[in-house]
């Protein structure tokens, strides 16, 4: 098996997920949407058939997923760390086509995460923009420090900054259809996710 995902999760501790739309409808509403995206995550990519790996904050949890995820920690000093170290440890696994996606996204699904592997036959890197600047997906065939390095995270520049470093680094890439991810009470509204 030559593809993986990697799902990087936080551990769905209350007070600890969705802070912003907790600031909107309280923490115990929040956590109940948090639980309800990683279902939603997890129900989207059981199925593929690809290498699944789930990585999270805290600890491991056996109740998350199932068992077809290896489980792993996140490990760095900001998202650009822990992201690349990610990919770094699950090519030495011998993969060499990798998506990481989070799991903020309603609008994500199999067919979405089956055309970013696709794309990856042609281009070096895959992108799913989201429409307040940032990505929920991004998929490569080698490890890229340049892409993580530097980068202030959830920012609207995070999308640009990230191509215009792979094309000031000529190659290619492939951006997928944009969607929207849940950070507070109006993207609730308007993805109509409950």
Known sequence: MKEAIIVFAKNPVKGNVKTRLAADIGIDKAHDIYVKLLKHTHDITKDLECGKFLYLTERKD?????????????????????????????????FRKILIIGTDCPGLNPEIINTAFEKLNENDFVLGPTDDGGYYLLGMKKTSAYLFEDIVWSTEEVLSETVKRIEKNKKSHFLLNKLKDIDDLEDLQKTGFV
Do not use: H, T
């Open 62 to 94: 056996e109740q998350l997923f199932d068992g077809n995820y290896r489980q792993e920690l996140q490990n760095g000093p900001d998202l650009g760390e822990r992201m690349k170290r990610a990919f770094d440890e699950v090519f030495k696994k011998g």
